[in-house]
């Protein structure tokens, strides 16, 4: 009997101590209830069903994305190399969770891409003299081709620009 009793009182703290998650200042939660969203939990403590909900919580504070070091043909085909910072966040937890797969890689692969455009529409001179050029162009592209996964591009620093 006493056995039983313990047994069952380890059992409820387990599933109290499951039931109760914290989400910081910082965070949202979707909570998913067997694994369709179900609603969005504000910072503070929140409860879910254990084993039936499930939360993810998504960081909504400014990050930051490095753009790899790459080879850009400029318009008047020299090869330069190019490296780049964006800073983003994050404005709807919802679509960035469920409208991409991989936010980070297709942010990166689509900075990459926009990237070559801009400076292989530039000639050597320009790109090297009009940084602040590129970066506005880029913020702009990227945050219009972003803003359908809720984010919010604020900044695209060229960190280099290094000529042959």
Same mark, same amino acid.
């Given at each position: 009997?006493?056995?039983?009793?313990?047994? &069952?009182?380890?059992?409820?703290? $387990?599933?109290?101590?499951?039931?109760?998650?914290?989400?910081?200042?910082?965070?949202? #939660?979707?909570?998913?209830?067997? #694994?369709?969203?179900? %609603?969005?939990? #504000?910072?503070?403590? &929140?409860?879910? $069903?254990?084993?039936?909900? /499930?939360?993810?919580?998504?960081?909504?504070?400014?990050?930051?994305?490095?753009?790899?070091?790459?080879?850009? $043909?400029?318009?008047? @085909?020299?090869?330069?190399?190019?490296?780049?910072?964006? !800073?983003?966040?994050? &404005?709807?937890? $919802?679509?960035? @969770? !469920? @409208?991409?797969?991989?936010?980070?890689?297709?942010?990166?692969?689509?900075?990459?891409? /926009?990237? %070559? /455009?801009?400076? #292989?529409?530039?000639?050597?001179?320009?790109?090297?003299?009009? %940084?602040?050029?590129?970066?506005?162009?880029? %913020?702009?592209?990227?945050?219009?081709?972003?803003?359908?996964?809720?984010?919010?591009?604020?900044?695209?620093?060229?960190?280099?620009?290094?000529?042959?």
């Amino acid at each position: 009997m006493i056995v039983w009793i313990f047994f &069952t009182v380890i059992v409820i703290l $387990i599933i109290a101590a499951k039931s109760i998650k914290i989400v910081r200042p910082w965070q949202k #939660g979707l909570i998913e209830r067997l #694994g369709k969203y179900r %609603r969005t939990a #504000g910072s503070g403590l &929140t409860t879910i $069903i254990p084993f039936i909900e /499930n939360i993810k919580l998504t960081d909504m504070r400014e990050q930051v994305v490095d753009v790899p070091p790459q080879a850009v $043909i400029t318009k008047d @085909n020299v090869a330069v190399e190019v490296d780049a910072v964006i !800073y983003h966040e994050i &404005t709807d937890p $919802i679509k960035v @969770n !469920y @409208n991409v797969v991989d936010f980070l890689v297709a942010t990166t692969k689509l900075a990459q891409t /926009n990237l %070559r /455009n801009v400076i #292989g529409d530039m000639s050597l001179d320009d790109s090297l003299t009009s %940084r602040e050029t590129i970066n506005a162009k880029l %913020r702009d592209i990227l945050d219009l081709a972003t803003d359908k996964w809720g984010t919010k591009i604020t900044r695209v620093e060229i960190q280099r620009i290094e000529p042959p």
